[in-house]
């Protein structure tokens, strides 16, 4: 075994996850070099600092208490959504017609958990107090940039309209995976478009047809427009302060490019 | 029925979910150094994952799929204005005796062969030291020394090759000797 290869074994050998063979031969070049032996013994010693000394920072009772009752929420939203709505059809089928005139309207349901997040990351970029980003405002330059920078290949046309402004772009992230986040602008207002893996996400049902037929998603959560549309594996989301009408001619020349 | 399989199955994850919780908050607070920015990125990381509960893959490590939402999370909201090394939490300390006075018995660090070049070295040292660190060593080596995550775990926590996450706990760990080498003496 050479020191390069003892380098790489060192941190299973600390772990005690290397195997017999391996862990011998290790421990034979060791024996006859010291380089190698005193950067065992300095990364032992380190390891065992911070695993016996550091602390280990413990949630406080009281963000576990709030995190609990947002699981009862949930817990509960699920048990209205499920039995409100079945008890209420019962009473109506009991009581007739007059009944269910007079019975609640129903409760709205929910909006997907894909709309409220990339609204949440949108609310989250526009409060930054500097919105230029990392990738500059060139379409080539930014399309080069985040090669390299994103585990996915990003096959856009980012310039597809003169009437919006394409203000730059950074990577960013999304749950568990990257994000290409690029910003425009019209006027005062701001638009995101993240492009992401899509991977085990769900996207929501009911669709609408753009002019020229890509199936783009419209929704509106706390009075922003979102629109949602697939394309090769990407989850594509638009999301601005402008109204479905406006912002449906930037989704619509993305997404058919 | 189906219904009540995934109700079932979201209630056994939002209690597998809690009970990471404080490797969550653990690793949030070494890397916000603020206990306030580090419950707001646990609160979160919790809200993403249930609300994505379906997306996890049943079989791979939740830890791990979680402490990631944790280092995203943190990534977009202080990217800009987080600096190289953690000092909020230890403001002030710089060359005093710590806030909580001096160290106590079982605050030392007994000579057990292993720590013998440290004995004189204190609980609070070690924090201190690592909070100095910068953060690209800090975080792989609370991952590895604290939250018992393996290399390979690590990767996919920092979205980096494997190479690169043992190469900076190799790094991390000898800048730490060299804080210590102060305080041991």
Redesign the interface.
């Known amino acids: 075994m050479d020191c390069r290869e003892a ?2 074994y ?3 050998f600390l ?1 005690e ?1 290397l195997g017999e063979g391996q862990a011998s031969a290790l421990e034979a070049h060791l024996n006859l070099c010291s380089g190698c032996a005193a ?1 065992f013994h ?19 009772p009281q ?2 208490a ?3 009752q ?2 009862a929420g ?2 509960a939203a ?1 048990w209205l959504q ?1 039995w409100v709505p079945a008890a209420a059809f019962l009473l109506v089928l009991g009581l007739g017609t007059a009944l269910y005139l007079a019975s609640p309207p129903a409760r709205p349901s929910a909006p997907p ?1 894909l709309v ?2 990339v609204v949440n ?1 949108y609310i ?1 970029f526009t409060q ?3 919105q230029e980003e990392a990738g500059g405002s060139d379409p080539q330059q930014l399309i080069k940039w985040f090669q390299g920078r994103l ?1 996915f290949g990003l096959d856009l046309a980012v310039d597809g309209r003169k009437d919006f402004q394409l203000v730059g772009g950074d990577v ?7 994000v290409a986040c690029l910003l425009y602008r019209k006027g005062p207002h701001v638009i995101t478009l993240s492009v992401l893996r899509r991977e ?3 996207v929501p049902k009911g669709s609408f047809l753009s002019e020229r037929g890509h199936p783009l998603y419209l929704a509106q959560h706390r009075g922003f427009t979102v629109i949602l549309w697939e394309r090769n594996d990407l989850l594509h989301a638009l999301v601005s302060d402008l109204d479905a009408k406006e912002l449906t001619p930037l989704a619509t020349s993305i997404a058919n490019t | 029925m189906p ?1 009540l399989q995934d ?1 079932e199955r ?2 056994d994850f ?2 597998q979910a ?1 009970a990471h ?2 490797a ?3 690793l949030a ?2 890397m916000t150094g603020e ?1 306030t920015d ?2 707001a990125l ?2 979160e990381t ?3 994952a ?3 509960s ?2 996890f ?1 049943e079989g791979t490590n939740l830890k791990a ?1 979680l402490l ?2 944790v280092k ?2 943190y ?3 202080y990217r ?1 204005r987080r600096s190289e090394s953690l000092m909020p939490l230890f403001e002030g300390w710089e060359g005093e005796e710590p806030p909580h006075g001096p160290a106590g018995a079982d605050d030392l ?1 007994q000579g057990d062969g ?2 013998g ?2 004995r004189s ?3 609070s040292d ?2 201190k030291a ?1 909070a100095k660190l910068p953060e690209e060593f800090r975080i792989p ?2 991952l ?3 939250e018992d995550l ?2 390979g775990e690590i990767s996919g926590v920092l ?1 980096c090759p494997k190479g690169t996450v ?1 190469s900076r ?2 790094r991390g ?2 800048l ?2 060299e804080l ?1 080498k102060d305080y041991g003496r």
């Open positions: 380098i790489e060192l941190e299973d772990e996850k950067e300095l990364q032992k010693e380190m390891k065992a600092a911070v695993r016996q000394m550091a602390t280990r920072h413990a949630a406080s963000l576990r709030s995190l609990r947002t699981e949930r817990v699920r499920w958990a409220v997040e990351d989250r930054r107090a500097r585990d960013s992230y999304f749950l568990d995976r990257k085990g996400i769900e | 219904g109700k979201r209630r939002d209690q809690l919780l404080d969550l908050y653990n607070l070494w206990p580090a419950e646990v609160q919790f809200l993403k249930l609300r994505f379906h997306q893959q799929w990631k939402i995203n999370s990534i977009n909201r800009k660090i292993e720590l070049a440290l070295v204190v609980r070690i924090d690592l080596i609370i590895s020394d604290l393996s290399i979205s043992k706990i190799f760990r000898r730490l000797k210590l």
